[in-house]
């Protein structure tokens, strides 16, 4: 019995140390940087499937990256700050294998992401997209001064169930019933919009 229980034991260590190894495993093979007149790109590249958060910090400006278990496996290169609003690019391992890349930036500029899959010889990418205030400003136009001189836009709104394809069943409602009653709302409040 007490050898049983010493190579279960064995096996189970041995598990817990290989996944904990494999989690630390994920590593960012590149990073690099892309310019417009008020928009950055970045685009990093990682050896596997990967956890991140990513948030602003002011006073002074900054874009943060949280990757889980992960290693940086390339040299960052310092942007040319007469090209880009970002003044630097430094890293740290935080909790032990998480790595944290932060974007110092001249000035406050917003941020969205998002994932890119393996394709081809291409590796897993995270990629983000970070706009200046006036970028932002712009692409946030109202229906009324998007539409001085054009002609109305017209939306289809598609619920994406009905007749006989009834979506998904509930014990009392029928998915086509519930879309098609958020689609009429959407509608409604279209319609209160001019253009």
């Known amino acids: 019995m007490n050898a049983f ?9 041995s598990c817990f140390l290989s996944f904990s190894a494999m989690a630390a495993s994920n590593k960012v093979k590149d990073l690099r940087i892309s310019n417009t007149t008020d928009s950055v790109r970045v685009v990093l590249d990682l050896s596997s499937a990967f956890d991140y958060k990513i948030f602003t910090m002011p006073n002074p400006n900054r874009v943060i ?3 889980k278990s992960t290693k940086l496996d390339t040299n960052i290169k310092q942007p040319d700050t007469n090209k880009t609003n970002i003044e630097s690019i ?12 932060v974007f110092d930036l001249k000035s406050k500029m917003s941020v969205s992401s ?6 081809g010889n291409k590796q897993h990418r995270l990629v983000l997209d970070l706009k200046t205030a006036t970028a932002t400003a ?3 136009k109202s ?8 002609r109305d836009v017209i939306i289809a709104i598609d619920a994406g169930h009905g007749g006989t394809d009834v979506g ?7 998915e086509k019933n519930v879309v098609f009653a958020i689609a009429k709302e959407v509608k409604i409040i279209i319609e209160q919009v001019q253009g």
């Open 90 to 101: 430094r890293s740290a391992i935080q909790k032990n294998n998480d790595l944290r890349i």
């Open 5 to 13: 229980f010493k190579h279960n034991v064995f096996v189970i260590l």
């Open 168 to 174: 998904a069943v509930g014990s009392v409602l029928l």
């Open 114 to 119: 998002f994932v890119l899959a393996p394709q």
């Open 138 to 140: 712009a692409s946030h």
């Open 65 to 67: 990256i949280d990757l």
């Open 143 to 150: 229906v009324s001064q998007i539409n001085k001189g054009k």
